[in-house]
């Protein structure tokens, strides 16, 4: 059982460049969302989703578009990459579209924008 | 501002000593969870706190949720290497919303 599986782990990208972090869970779980990870910042949510087709804002949403197509998938789009977007991005799943459940996370995707 | 504070947000200290760890708010959260995170990994569940006042254990960690469901406290019974990792809180926000505290860095030294 795979879980939650993130690619890619490490990327670099140009001011201005765009790029997609892929989030594939193999759990059946109908709530996804999205995280940055910023040092002694904790975790702010970008966009959530409660199952296929549903998505929303989180806390920093500005510069990121989420879609939920199938309940496997949550990708995470820079439409244009800026250094401030710089961070350790995560994935994570829940079985219920709700927050009080267990949120399984991916392993993380570390972003350079440079 | 962060919606959930953490405190301290960094501690070490040596194998055997006892510590708390404190995750404080203003506003109320149906439930709180405790996240461990080690480096390179993502977070994984610790424990889910739902009732005001409940306290639950996880052989040498003890976590408490408060009366006001506004904070909640981890405490750890003679720390071991082993315990070393980023502690997270995060409070339930309404139905669909998990916001996390920014963390408190553990270093146990042998």
């Known amino acids: 059982n795979a879980g939650v599986t993130q690619t890619p782990k490490f990327q670099v990208l140009k001011t201005g460049q765009s790029m997609t972090l892929q989030c594939a869970q193999d759990?059946?779980?109908?709530?996804m969302s999205w995280y940055r990870q910023d040092p002694g910042m904790g975790l702010r949510l970008i966009h959530y989703?409660?199952?296929?087709?549903?998505?929303d804002q989180g806390e920093v949403p500005n510069g990121y578009n989420v879609s939920r197509s199938t309940t496997e998938d949550f990708p995470l789009r820079l439409l244009s990459a800026a250094p401030s977007q710089t961070s350790v991005y995560f994935c994570?799943?829940?079985?219920?579209?709700?927050?009080?459940?267990?949120?399984?996370f991916g392993q993380g995707t570390r972003l350079t924008v440079v | 501002t962060q919606l959930l504070e953490q405190s301290p947000q960094f501690l070490s200290i040596q194998e055997g000593e006892n510590l708390t760890v404190y995750c404080n708010s203003s506003?109320?959260?149906?439930?709180l969870q405790w996240y461990r995170q080690e480096p390179g990994e993502g977070p994984v569940l610790l424990v889910t706190v739902v009732t005001g006042g409940e306290v639950k254990k996880l052989k040498r960690l003890t976590f408490q949720f408060g009366d006001a469901r506004k904070d909640s406290s981890l405490h750890i019974t003679a720390a071991q290497p082993g315990d070393t990792g980023l502690y997270l809180c995060a409070g339930a926000q309404g139905a669909q919303k998990l916001v996390f505290g920014q963390g408190t860095r553990l270093t146990i030294n042998p």
């Open positions: 506003s109320v959260f149906s439930s």
């Open positions: 989703s409660v199952g296929a087709g549903i998505t």
């Open positions: 994570a799943s829940s079985y219920r579209a709700t927050a009080n459940t267990e949120a399984f």
């Open positions: 759990m059946n779980h109908e709530y």
